[in-house]
């Protein structure tokens, strides 16, 4: 089992940046492939971000290629999404989540989510 807890969402101006944690329970963190995620109200979620177990693959959306980064620090079984210029389309609860399996896209645990909003 794998406990994900989002932190460091809040509200920000458009144009700020912002930085979300994801921190993980278990050793097995490191072996694991990660993703962001986010949901806005009346929409579905959709992928932001995703990392290979060893941090040097990522993927984005096109949303946010170039503003968001994901990384990962497996000796603190954290994982991160640096956000900058943020734009109000960017408000969403996002969530971090793990793929366990052989399949990198398949995610199987997820976080609770942090709540990013922007204002214009």
């Known amino acids: 089992q794998v406990q994900l807890v989002e932190s460091g969402g809040r509200l920000v101006q458009a144009g700020g940046s912002l930085r979300l944690s994801c921190a993980a329970s278990?050793?097995?963190?490191?072996?694991?492939?990660m993703g962001w995620f986010r949901q806005a109200p009346g929409k579905e979620r959709e992928f932001v971000a995703a990392?290979?177990?060893?941090?040097?693959?990522?993927d984005y959306a096109d949303s946010v290629k170039g503003r968001f980064t994901i990384s990962r620090d497996n000796a603190r079984n954290t994982v991160y999404l640096q956000q900058n210029s943020l734009k109000p389309e960017d408000t969403a609860v996002y969530y971090c989540a793990a793929a366990s399996g052989v399949d990198e896209t398949r995610y199987d645990y997820w976080g609770r989510g942090t709540q990013v909003t922007v204002s214009s």
């Open positions: 278990g050793r097995a963190f490191r072996a694991y492939a």
């Open positions: 990392i290979n177990w060893r941090g040097d693959n990522t």
